[in-house]
């Protein structure tokens, strides 16, 4: 079975830190995405990645940043943190090579900033 | 541009009758769709997609959906809904003459089945 994790389920900033939201996953994946999910407006694409090093901007990647420096690994950062960002973060990942390959989803960081 | 849309908020059944949960999308070109499932505080969890073929999908859970392209929906559906069935719905689609690989998600359906 495809196995994400995310570093925390839970977390709670004060507006300005920098924040650090981790995803690994198991199967090998090329491409691994970060959303965000608030009520009322489904999953928003925040940046993607297609390989190591690689990204590309969401719909919404202002404030963020990502890294991919390893295959299994995909990192989200919040540079400054700010209330407007409290939110649910979801990573997923996917093979390549086909644009209707699953995309399978990690439990999520709800991430409270104060 | 691509789009999807889920036009119910919630979605409210009794324990045995069939639900359906719609979604209709607009894309460019021949669309991928998908429908997960969110247990509360969990991530996303895969129950079917559509790619091309027969235009009745069979999924996770006893889940199907069926794509119908006049109509441009991709609705899910359950012969006999369970309690445990309970759960945020999403819809999502991908138009592969686009570039990138991610999906559109619709806003969400919530369903309730009650006993």
């Known amino acids: 079975d495809v196995k994400v994790t995310q570093s925390s389920r839970y977390l709670v900033k004060r507006t300005g830190e920098k924040v650090f939201l981790e995803c690994v996953q198991d199967m090998d994946h090329e491409n691994m995405f970060w959303y965000r999910q608030d009520p009322g407006l489904g999953l928003r694409l925040i940046y993607f990645?297609?390989?190591?090093?690689?990204?590309e901007k969401g719909d919404i990647p202002e404030g963020y940043s990502v890294s991919r420096e390893k295959k299994e690994r995909f990192s989200l950062i919040l540079e400054s943190a700010s209330t407007n960002q409290t939110s649910m973060y979801l990573c997923?990942?996917?093979?390549?090579?086909?644009?209707?390959?699953?995309?399978?989803f990690g439990p999520g960081t709800r991430l409270t900033v104060l | 541009a691509q789009s999807v849309a889920q036009p119910e908020d919630q979605v409210n059944v009794a324990e045995g009758n069939p639900l359906t949960v719609k979604c209709t999308y607009s894309?460019?070109?021949?669309?991928?769709l998908f429908w997960y499932v969110q247990y509360p505080n969990r991530g996303l969890q895969f129950l079917l997609k559509y790619i091309t073929g027969d235009n009745l999908v069979k999924g996770s859970y006893g889940f199907e959906a069926e794509f119908n392209k006049s109509q441009t929906s991709f609705h899910l559906k359950k012969p006999s809904a369970l309690v445990s069935d309970s759960a945020l719905y999403f819809c999502a689609v991908r138009d592969p003459s686009n570039s990138g690989y991610a999906l559109n998600f619709g806003k969400g359906t919530s369903l309730l089945v009650t006993p």
């Open positions: 997923a990942s996917s093979m390549s090579g086909g644009y209707s390959n699953t995309q399978y």
């Open positions: 990645s297609y390989d190591v090093k690689m990204k």
């Open positions: 894309v460019s070109g021949n669309p991928y």
